[in-house]
């Protein structure tokens, strides 16, 4: 008997049984933190806490890769329709992104400026994108050292015709038009599709040279001097004209109070992340989504053209 106790103790104390045994008690308590965590900030209002009382000053963060705006847009809306914000701070660390996106976040920002001061805090890079987005705001303020400006489009075309012919593979294009399949990464480009393509680009850049000389009360032909796609310093754009200020993030959220007419310290108010948001972010490595923004950039993001073409 006791030698049956013997093999059974030693059994159960298998050095390998121990170990799965202390991952699973780890791997469940991770889980449990991790859930709690995300309860514990998604609880209470749209605001973080606070140890203030006074004016309430928003402020939305405009980070990374320029692409998907609609949570930012909704942050915007939401500060326009609070009558509890007296004005809004928008902090901008981006080096540009789509188009489309980088319009819809200046008309917003813009729209938002019509009810309340807005005013723009440009970080480390606040460039291409992220500079046409902050030019919606009705005070810009720049750290001397920000990268910013870059008032340019690119458009990327790949082409891997010649790995496809190594490894003996051909396309076939069966289109309805000339220019269905522009873009294609199977072969050349023609003359006439660069020439479309060209005229495409020249017109987005009208639209973002026209919306700099607009916001920053300047003539198109001193934009267009400079909106050649060059990056700036926050310094050396103060001297163009591209921004207001020269300062960090409180000399912003002091403008904007001054701008308010509030007296003494304001809250600062953020908005509120969904979970899925939350969830993003602290499953995410910033390797992951480095890659993942290099790869929509390789690649591109609409169906049937890998075009890939931002600012």
């Known amino acids: 008997m006791q030698e049956l106790r013997t093999r059974k103790e030693r059994r159960y104390t298998h050095p390998l049984l121990v170990a799965l045994a202390t991952i699973g008690v780890f791997t469940v308590l991770i889980t449990v933190a991790f859930f709690l965590l995300i309860l514990w900030t998604?609880?209470?209002?749209?605001?973080?806490?606070?140890?203030y009382h006074g004016d309430k000053i928003g402020v939305v963060d405009i980070k990374g890769l320029i692409s998907e705006p609609e949570a930012t847009i909704k942050a915007l809306r939401d500060f326009r329709y609070n009558q509890k914000i007296k004005a809004v701070v928008i902090r901008i660390n981006s080096p540009g992104g789509a188009v489309g996106a980088s319009q819809e976040l200046y008309e917003e920002i813009q729209r938002l400026d019509q009810k309340k001061p807005v005013v723009a805090s440009l970080a480390t890079v606040a460039a291409s994108g992220g500079y046409y987005a902050s030019l919606g705001a009705r005070h810009i303020?720049?750290?001397?050292?920000?990268?910013?400006?870059?008032i340019g489009v690119i458009m990327k075309v790949p082409n891997i015709e010649g790995l496809l012919?190594?490894?003996?593979?051909?396309?076939?294009?069966?289109?309805s038009g000339t220019f269905k399949d522009l873009g294609s990464i199977t072969r050349d480009m023609t003359e006439d599709e660069r020439a479309l393509l060209k005229g495409v680009m020249q017109d987005i850049q009208k639209q973002f040279v026209t919306a700099v000389a607009k916001s920053r009360k300047l003539p198109k032909e001193q934009v267009s001097a400079i909106a050649d796609g060059r990056i700036m310093t926050g310094h050396q754009a103060l001297d163009a004209k591209l921004v207001d200020q020269l300062g960090n993030f409180s000399v912003a959220v002091d403008k904007a109070a001054?701008?308010?007419?509030?007296?003494?310290?304001?809250?600062?108010?953020?908005?509120?992340?969904?979970?899925?948001s939350i969830m993003r972010e602290l499953l995410q490595e910033e390797g992951t989504k480095t890659l993942g923004n290099a790869l929509r950039q390789l690649l591109g993001s609409s169906a049937g053209s890998p075009v890939s073409y931002g600012i």
């Open 42 to 51: 998604t609880r209470g209002g749209i605001t973080s806490p606070s140890i």
């Open 258 to 276: 001054g701008l308010a007419g509030i007296e003494g310290r304001p809250e600062l108010v953020y908005p509120k992340k969904d979970r899925i």
């Open 141 to 150: 303020v720049a750290n001397p050292g920000t990268v910013t400006a870059s």
């Open 165 to 175: 012919e190594k490894l003996g593979i051909k396309t076939t294009v069966v289109k």
